[in-house]
């Protein structure tokens, strides 16, 4: 079984670009979660999607958004990239909501030059 | 606020040794607690979980893990290191408040020396 695959693996992005990252979690698993990951920051929440809805998000500013898919895939997308938006961003997915252990992607490093 | 620390930055053993991989929590009600480990440049990988139960969980490669609730504390523990085991670990704790959001240690590195 295929595990929480996530593209690109590297991203780099001019400041002031977008960037789109993109999240397939596992077959069955309807709630999707985007974790960032920057140096010296640890891991810090991000959005939740369950069934196509944002049902949480952090203390993260409107520019990083997203969405979730019929087949509940997920995109994250961070408008006006600042420097400190590189990061490695990680996806992880459960079968529902509050289930245990949450199973992730390897991420997506985005460097902002 | 609610918090998960880990403090120690970095944990060193010689391989054979036990180790120990503090971590304390500061979450409201019965938080469900896991311990993950990154390797370079991967995502993470589930290691054990506490949910209920029995003190002492075990997990994948050997690893256990001892929760106190007095202390409010879930150590990870392994009876001999293996060089492998040199990674990132963190721990997490998982509120039960419908938030279904994960809240991370800031990650010990453990390098064991052969």
């Known amino acids: 079984e295929a595990g929480v695959t996530q593209s690109p693996t590297h991203l780099i992005k001019t400041r002031g670009q977008q960037a789109t990252l993109r999240c397939s979690p596992i077959?069955?698993?309807?709630?999707v979660y985007w974790y960032q990951q920057a140096l010296g920051l640890g891991l810090q929440f991000l959005l939740w999607?369950?069934?196509?809805?944002?049902?949480n998000r952090g203390n993260f500013p409107p520019r990083f958004s997203g969405r979730q898919f019929p087949n509940y895939s997920s995109e994250l997308n961070v408008n006006a990239l600042e420097l400190e938006d590189s990061a490695l961003y990680l996806c992880a997915s459960t079968p529902w909501p509050g289930t245990t252990e949450a199973f992730f992607g390897q991420g997506t490093r985005l460097t902002v030059v | 606020a609610q918090s998960v620390a880990q403090p120690e930055d970095q944990v060193n053993v010689a391989e054979g040794n036990p180790l120990t991989v503090k971590c304390t929590y500061s979450?409201?009600?019965?938080?469900?607690l896991f311990w993950y480990v990154q390797y370079p440049n991967r995502g993470l990988q589930f290691l054990l979980k506490?949910?209920?139960?029995?003190?002492l969980v075990k997990g994948s490669y050997g690893f256990e893990a001892e929760f106190n609730k007095s202390q409010t504390s879930f150590h990870l523990k392994k009876p001999s290191a293996l060089v492998s085991d040199s990674a990132l670990y963190f721990c997490a704790a998982l509120p039960m408040d419908s938030s279904y959001k994960l809240i991370f240690g800031s990650g010990t590195r453990l390098l064991v020396r052969p």
């Open positions: 979450v409201s009600g019965n938080p469900y």
């Open positions: 506490y949910i209920t139960g029995d003190n």
């Open positions: 999607y369950d069934e196509g809805e944002e049902r």
């Open positions: 077959s069955g698993h309807t709630s």
